[in-house]
């Protein structure tokens, strides 16, 4: 069964550096997206891309995210400059289209440890 | 902007029993109510979905119920197992972009 891949696993950096977080969506899948999770709390939308741009972002992803389709697999979310807050775990997750009942298949996350 | 509320945070029952997990939201516009199990290590698995057209469905030892009109909706598993053991979450869409998730239920089944 296909499924969203995502690398690393885990992820230790200090504050104020970059990180680059990798997800492989399911490979007929047109829709990605990232979602965050901080211990104990929701887990949150990000942002959503298709056809190589932002299709939806929220509060959250501010200036110091972006996100990336470098080539016809990755779809990578880059903090530029990463905070204590930043701290999570993070989900990718595909769709094969967006309709009004769309399931988002995801991926197994990164945990991102900020100290 | 939607808000999705979930109880109860925990819950422990007997293998056998039912267990029932109740979730609110607050955007009438949500048409979409998916419910993902998260093991251990993993992501979310969709274990049930339900659109807003229908008031319940089911598949196998799982239920979703919704409730259109108090805007809830809730997870029913009978005949519950060990394997059944995992953080699950709720989660209401508008036209199936953004997904707005609960706090999750971590269930436990004793064996």
């Known amino acids: 069964e296909p499924e969203v891949t995502q690398t690393p696993s885990h992820q230790v950096t200090q504050m104020g550096q970059e990180v680059i977080l990798r997800c492989v969506p399911i490979?007929?899948?047109?829709?990605f997206y990232w979602y965050r999770q901080i211990l104990g709390q929701k887990v949150e939308f990000l942002v959503s891309?298709?056809?190589?741009?932002?299709?939806?972002k929220s509060e959250i992803f501010d200036d110091q995210f972006s996100v990336e389709r470098p080539d016809g697999s990755n779809f990578t979310l880059k903090i530029r400059s990463t905070k204590l807050e930043d701290s999570a775990m993070y989900f990718c997750?595909?769709?094969?289209?967006?309709?009004?009942?769309?399931?988002?298949?995801f991926g197994p996350g990164t945990r991102l440890t900020v100290l | 902007g939607e808000n999705v509320e979930q109880h109860p945070s925990t819950l422990s029952v007997q293998e056998g029993d039912s267990a029932v997990i109740k979730c609110t939201y607050s955007?009438?516009?949500?048409?979409?109510f998916p419910w993902y199990k998260q093991e251990l290590g993993k992501g979310p698995q969709l274990i049930i979905d339900?659109?807003?057209?229908?008031g319940e469905k089911k598949d196998q030892r799982i239920a979703v119920t919704l409730n259109k009109t108090a805007k809830h909706f809730s997870l029913h598993i009978t005949e519950t197992q060990p394997e059944d053991s995992a953080v699950y979450f709720c989660?209401?869409?508008?036209?199936?972009?953004?997904?707005?998730f609960g706090t999750g239920t971590s269930l436990t089944v004793i064996p």
């Open positions: 490979s007929n899948h047109l829709y």
């Open positions: 891309f298709y056809n190589n741009e932002i299709s939806e």
């Open positions: 989660a209401a869409s508008i036209q199936g972009n953004q997904f707005y």
């Open positions: 339900i659109r807003s057209n229908v």
């Open positions: 997750a595909s769709s094969e289209e967006v309709s009004s009942y769309n399931e988002q298949f």
């Open positions: 955007d009438s516009a949500s048409n979409y």
